[in-house]
C-alpha cells in the first residue's frame, strides 16, 4: 500500500474513506478496518544517552544528554500490517538478538504500531548502536526511543512523545526493568521525574535560568555485575535513611528547577542507600567519587546501575580536569582501562529526526 | 544605656567609641567590651502558623500560611546585658511556663542575643499566643519566631532572617523537637525545603506562577498523643516504600516550584510511610481525608504532628465546602468537636513587625 495522505481533521472526506482518528495520522478504511498509512518509505531517527539513579534519585528521576546516542532507520515493509523485522544492528559486536520480540527496538516498534491502531504496512529496522551496552548510560533505552520516534515518523508523527514512553517502558520492562528513568528523557530530552509507571505519570523538570551545566561522563572497559547490582539493593532501610534520601532528593528537585548547578551536584552526591552498597561493585568507584570532587566537582555518583560515573560541574575547563582525575582513578584504584570520558551538556530535545 | 546609634559602617567614629561590627547594627565600646545597643524601646513582631511534615515532606519540607500566628511584644530592659524576662503570656490558658529558658519565646530571645554579640541591655518579653497550643500548626515554633524577630527589631535588624532560623532552631529543640520545618517558614514565609539542620541549610521554593492555592486546615479539639506519635513511627520502611515517597517528595517539591495545585495536592496525600501509622491515633482521620478528597480537594494529610487535618484546593469556594465536609468527618467519624476551619493562602512574608 502506497503512503497515503487522506484526511487532516476531524471530517470525513467525501469518499467516506477517511475516518476520524484520535490522532494526526494517515488514515484509510478498508475491509471493514481502519488503516493508518506511512507517509515516508523510511524514517531515521536518534536518541540520546540518559543518566538515571540520579543519586537519591533513584528509580524516579533521569535525564538526557548531548552526545552519543543510538540511531534507528525504520522502512516500510510494504503489505505485511504490524510485522516488525529487523534487518540489522551495528555497532554491538552481535550481542543483540535480531528476533523483534526479543530485542528492545523490536519491542517498542510493535509497541509503538499496536499504540497507533491498525497500521497498513510493516516495518523493517536498522539500528546504529551509538552506546555501549551495561554501560549505565541508558543504552536500551536509546534504543528504544530511537525505534519508537523512527516508526511515529514514518507514519506522519500520530503519537506524542509521551505517549511513546509507554512503548518505550515496555521495551525496557521486557530487556532491562520496569522503570522509564531512561527512556523518559531519551524521548522527552531534559530532566524527566516519573511520578509513577502505572499508570504512567511523567513531570518534566526544565532546567532553571540559563547557567551552565555540564555532565562527566567516564565509563570505564568493566561489565557491572547486572545480578549482584539488583540483589545488593537493601530489602528494609533505616527510617531516618529513608527521609535523608527524600529530603536530598527534594533538594535534587529543587536545584534543577532553580538551575543551582551546585546544589544539584552536592545532592546528587547524598544518596546514602543505594551508592554505598553498589559502589564496592564498581573498581575504584569510591576513589573516583573522592578524585571527581578533588578536581573541583559539585557531586559525583554512579550513573545508572554502573558502571558509568557520572560528575557535574559549571565549567567545561573544570569538566575536563574532573575527566581526567576519574578516568586515572578508575585506571590506578580500580585497576580499570577507561572505555570513554566526556564533558557533556544537557540535552532538551530528547529524540529527533536525522 | 539609652538607645545610640554611632555608626552606619567599618569606619570607626572620632571618638574611638563605634566599633566595627560583622552586622548592620548600633555598637559601642565600653571597658574593653563591643556592645550592641536597642534603637528602640520596645519592638513587636508577629510570626505566622506553617504546615510541617506535609505528606512526602515528613521533617523536611514546611510552609507558611496566613491567618492567625503569635505576636510578641519585646521591650528594653536596661543595664541588665543579656538578660530575658518573660513579662507575660496570653491565651496560653496559663499552660507555658514564664520561666525564659524554659519556654520558646525566651529561647528564642536568648539565643538570638547570643548571636548579635554583646547586647547592652536585656530584654523583657510579652507573647500573646493566636496560635492553639499542640494543634499542629507550628504554635512553638510562631512564638520563637515571633521573638527572635521582635528581639532582632528591638537592636535595629542587625540579623538576617536566615541567621535568625538557628534561634528558632534552639528553641524547638528545647521544646519541640530538633527540627526547623515550622520555624523556618514562619520566619521566612513561603515554602522551606530544610536540607540539613547541622550546619542549617534552608533552600527556599516560591511557590511557582500566580495560580491560585489555599490550604484547607481544621482543627478538632484534641490533644493528639505527642509521645505515641513519635513512637508508632517505624525503625525500618521497606526499600519499596522509601522510592516511593522519595519520589512523591520529589513530584512535591517539583509542584511547588512549578505552581501545580493540583499535583501538590495530590502528593502531599500520597505519604505510605507516616501518615498511614498516625493517622489512626486521630479520631476520624481517614474519614476526613476521604471527605476532603470527595468534596474537591487535590489532597489531604495530617499537618504537623496533628491533629489538625490540611487539605489543599485551588478555589475559594471549593475549600469553604471541604472544609465544612472536613469537619462534618472530624465531628460525625471522629466524634469530635472542632476547634476552628479556615481557608488560608501562603503566607510568602513570614514574621513581621507590626
Redesign the interface.
Known amino acids: 500500500m502506497q503512503a497515503m495522505r487522506l484526511c487532516s481533521g476531524p471530517q470525513a472526506g467525501p469518499s467516506g474513506r477517511c475516518a476520524r482518528s484520535r490522532t494526526r495520522c494517515s488514515a484509510a478504511v478498508a475491509g471493514g478496518k481502519v488503516y493508518i498509512d506511512p507517509v515516508k518509505k523510511e524514517c531515521t531517527a536518534f536518541a540520546p544517552a540518559t543518566v538515571a539513579n540520579l543519586g537519591?534519585?533513584?528509580?524516579?528521576?533521569g535525564c538526557a544528554v548531548e552526545g552519543e546516542g543510538d540511531t534507528v532507520v525504520a522502512r516500510v515493509l510494504p503489505d505485511q500490517p504490524g510485522k516488525v523485522v529487523i534487518d540489522k544492528i551495528e555497532g554491538d559486536n552481535g550481542r543483540l538478538s535480531l528476533v523483534a520480540a526479543e530485542n528492545c527496538v523490536g519491542i517498542a516498534a510493535i509497541e509503538t504500531l499496536k499504540l497507533m491502531g491498525q497500521p497498513s504496512c510493516g516495518v523493517g529496522l536498522t539500528l546504529h548502536k551509538g552506546l555501549p551496552l551495561g554501560s549505565g548510560m541508558g543504552s536500551s533505552a536509546a534504543s528504544a526511543a530511537a525505534a519508537a520516534w523512527a516508526v511515529n515518523g514514518l507514519f506522519g508523527s500520530p503519537l506524542t512523545k509521551d505517549q511513546l514512553v509507554t512503548a518505550g517502558l515496555a521495551s525496557e520492562a521486557a530487556v532491562s526493568g520496569y522503570h522509564a528513568d531512561n527512556v523518559g528523557p531519551s524521548l522527552l530530552g531534559g530532566f524527566v521525574?516519573?511520578?509513577s509507571c502505572d499508570p504512567l505519570e511523567l513531570?518534566r523538570?526544565p532546567y532553571g535560568g540559563n547557567g551552565p551545566l555540564y555532565f562527566v561522563l567516564v565509563n570505564p572497559l568493566f561489565e557491572a555485575p547486572t545480578k549482584q547490582m539488583r540483589a545488593v539493593?537493601?530489602?528494609?532501610?533505616?527510617?531516618k535513611?529513608?527521609?535523608h534520601?527524600?529530603?536530598?532528593?527534594?533538594?535534587?528537585?529543587?536545584a534543577i528547577?532553580?538551575g543551582d548547578a551546585r546544589?544539584l551536584g552536592s545532592?546528587l552526591d547524598s544518596d546514602c542507600?543505594v551508592e554505598p552498597v553498589r559502589a564496592p561493585l564498581i573498581p575504584g568507584m569510591a576513589a573516583v567519587k573522592a578524585a571527581a570532587k578533588a578536581a573541583g566537582a559539585f557531586g559525583c555518583t554512579i550513573s545508572g546501575a554502573g558502571p558509568t560515573a557520572v560528575a557535574v560541574v559549571s565549567d567545561a575547563d573544570v569538566g575536563a580536569r574532573v575527566a581526567d582525575a576519574m578516568a586515572d582513578a578508575f585506571r590506578t584504584e580500580g585497576r580499570l582501562e577507561v572505555n570513554s570520558k566526556a564533558v557533556v551538556r544537557l540535552d532538551p530535545e530528547g529524540a529527533k529526526f536525522v
Not at 534520601?245 to 528537585?253: C, D, E, F, K, R
Open positions: 537519591p534519585g533513584f528509580d524516579w528521576l521525574l516519573v511520578r513531570v523538570l539493593l537493601p530489602r528494609d532501610v533505616p527510617f535513611s529513608m527521609i534520601n527524600s529530603t536530598q532528593g527534594g533538594a535534587l528537585v529543587a528547577l532553580q546544589l545532592a542507600i
